[in-house]
């Protein structure tokens, strides 16, 4: 299972970014969903996860209100959709599959991808 993350860039605060994650090599069916980030000298944290049925989400605090998790389970691809970014949204953000269809710990999370830098400028 291969996880291939994009849609980070620069930007400035206030503005927005849209990342995706596409999963190949298996399928996202019956598995949560999470995004991470990981910003210099912090330690990796969970942002947004949603259930396999999307009928359930988290976020982290620190977005809430601001960050958005979506998925396509037929194009075996997950959403962040990242509004009024502030520069402490900076980091590295990476996607992962969890090995039920449900989770929010780190050890939920079996297949990350390789990370999508975002930066936001003040």
Known sequence: VQLQASG?????????????????????NGRGMGWFRRAPGNERELVAAISWT????????????RFTISRDNAKNTVYLQMNTLKPEDTAVYYCATGHTGWGTGQRHYDYWGQGTQVTVSS
Do not use: E, N, P, W
Not at 9 to 22: D, E, I, K, M, P
Not at 54 to 65: E, Q, R
């Open 54 to 65: 999307a009928d359930i989400t988290y976020y982290a605090d620190s977005v809430k209100g």
């Open 8 to 28: 980070g860039g620069l930007v400035q605060a206030g503005g927005f970014l849209r990342l995706s994650c596409v999963v190949s090599g298996g399928t996202i």
